[in-house]
């Protein structure tokens, strides 16, 4: 059964800092890794989607890598602004085809002006 | 539209009352998701649809729960005999095809069981 952990679960950092998230799967075999935000009351934000042919995926100042042989993924954000404040979840889809994710428990992250 | 549409954004029902939610997927696509957000970040999974027909139900409670997607008509959850661990926030997601495309999800319907 495939278990998604994160790591920090909390992280409080003054606005300008470049950050690291950290997600471990433990079943190498998936089909992708998405990273999404959560703001209090809202739905779920996608950011990337690493394929798991890929190595990285960029989107202005995030950047995810994934590393599929160890199950780890990272989430850097570069230079954190107020507005990046949220959880931040990342989920992992099976490479069976059917597609449901499984997700980590997140980051909630606080960034301070 | 361009949205996963989720209604109503809050219900309220009695312990033993039946609650009903829906999900309108983005337009073209042909994959809608149901999860449950119980304890703020534990997402489980429920349901997957590929048009009308049930795509994966492995995460499904079979005595209480269903769900249908029909033709030309939002995407349903219904709960009959809800019970207090009922209450969480329910989330439907869409995708274009299956595999590897990115899950937009709606803003949630939160569920509170008295």
Not at chain 1, 11 to 17: A, D, F, N, T, Y
Not at chain 1, 90 to 113: D, I, Y
Not at chain 2, 25 to 32: L, N, T
Not at chain 2, 56 to 77: H, Q, V, Y
């Given at each position: 059964?495939?278990?998604?952990?994160?790591?920090?679960?909390?992280?409080?950092?003054p606005e300008g800092e470049?950050?690291?998230?950290?997600?471990?799967?433990?079943?190498?075999?998936?089909?992708?890794?998405?990273?999404?935000?959560?703001?209090?009351?809202?739905?779920?934000?996608?950011?990337?989607?690493?394929?798991?042919?890929?190595?990285?995926?960029?989107?202005?100042?995030?950047?995810?890598?994934?590393?599929?042989?160890?199950?780890?993924?990272?989430?850097?954000?570069?230079a954190?602004?107020?507005?990046?404040?949220?959880?931040?979840?990342?989920?992992?889809?099976?490479?069976?085809?059917?597609?449901?994710?499984?997700?980590?428990?997140?980051?909630?992250?606080?960034?301070?002006? | 539209?361009?949205?996963?549409?989720?209604?109503?954004?809050?219900?309220?029902?009695?312990?033993?009352?039946?609650?009903?939610?829906?999900?309108?997927?983005?337009?073209?696509?042909?994959?809608?998701?149901?999860?449950?957000?119980?304890?703020?970040?534990?997402?489980?999974?429920?349901?997957?649809?590929?048009?009308?027909?049930?795509?994966?139900?492995?995460?499904?409670?079979?005595?209480?729960?269903?769900?249908?997607?029909?033709?030309?008509?939002?995407?349903?959850?219904?709960?009959?005999?809800?019970?207090?661990?009922?209450?969480?926030?329910?989330?439907?997601?869409?995708?274009?095809?299956?595999?590897?495309?990115?899950?937009?999800?709606?803003?949630?319907?939160?569920?509170?069981?008295?």
């Amino acid at each position: 059964k495939q278990e998604v952990t994160q790591i920090p679960a909390a992280l409080s950092v003054p606005e300008g800092e470049n950050l690291v998230l950290n997600c471990s799967f433990t079943d190498s075999a998936i089909y992708n890794l998405q990273w999404f935000r959560q703001d209090p009351g809202k739905g779920l934000t996608s950011l990337l989607l690493i394929q798991s042919s890929q190595r990285e995926q960029t989107s202005g100042r995030l950047n995810a890598s994934l590393d599929k042989s160890s199950g780890r993924s990272t989430l850097y954000i570069a230079a954190s602004q107020p507005g990046d404040s949220a959880t931040y979840l990342c989920a992992v889809e099976g490479n069976t085809g059917f597609q449901k994710l499984v997700f980590g428990t997140g980051t909630r992250l606080l960034v301070s002006p | 539209g361009e949205e996963v549409a989720q209604t109503p954004k809050h219900l309220v029902r009695g312990e033993g009352q039946k609650a009903k939610l829906y999900c309108a997927p983005i337009k073209g696509h042909s994959y809608v998701f149901w999860y449950q957000q119980v304890l703020k970040n534990e997402f489980k999974f429920l349901i997957s649809f590929q048009n009308e027909n049930v795509f994966d139900e492995t995460g499904m409670p079979k005595e209480r729960f269903s769900a249908k997607c029909l033709p030309n008509s939002p995407c349903s959850l219904e709960i009959q005999a809800t019970k207090l661990e009922d209450s969480a926030v329910y989330f439907c997601a869409s995708s274009q095809w299956a595999g590897g495309q990115p899950q937009h999800f709606g803003d949630g319907t939160r569920l509170s069981i008295l």
